[in-house]
């Protein structure tokens, strides 16, 4: 059973910073992409942003130029780094996981159980 666990989840005032992390117990393929995504009450869960094996990343409109995602060498765990935080950023954050980065960006095969991040204004 592949598990993908998050953390850095809390609250955080207005224009501050949080490092959301992922790790998973997925040995898949060296193909393998991540990303996260994010719901908040009464919304979709939307892609916030995804990385590819090869380092190819992709975000949402709402958060270029403020969140920044990256991996490490191994491949099996991914960061969300989020600066100049919004009230409208707040949300219940999801680490996720497939073969490639079309199959997260559409249908993820693993996710995690998500993390809540809360910007109080």
């Known amino acids: 059973q592949v598990q993908l666990v998050e953390s850095g989840g809390g609250l955080v005032q207005t224009g501050g910073s949080r490092r959301l992390s992922c790790t998973t117990s997925?040995?898949?393929?060296?193909?393998?992409?991540m990303g996260w995504y994010r719901q908040s009450p009464g919304k979709q869960r939307e892609l916030v942003a995804a990385?590819?094996?090869?380092?190819?990343?992709t975000y949402a409109d709402s958060v270029k130029g403020r969140f920044s995602i990256s991996r490490i060498n191994n491949r099996n765990a991914v960061y969300l780094q989020m600066n100049s935080l919004k009230p409208e950023d707040t949300a219940v954050y999801y680490c996720?996981?497939?073969?490639?980065?079309?199959?997260?960006?559409?249908?993820?095969?693993?996710w995690g159980q998500g993390t809540q991040v809360t910007v109080s204004s």
């Open positions: 990385i590819a094996s090869g380092g190819y990343t």
């Open positions: 996720a996981a497939g073969e490639n980065i079309l199959v997260v960006r559409s249908r993820p095969r693993y």
């Open positions: 997925w040995n898949g393929s060296s193909a393998s992409a």
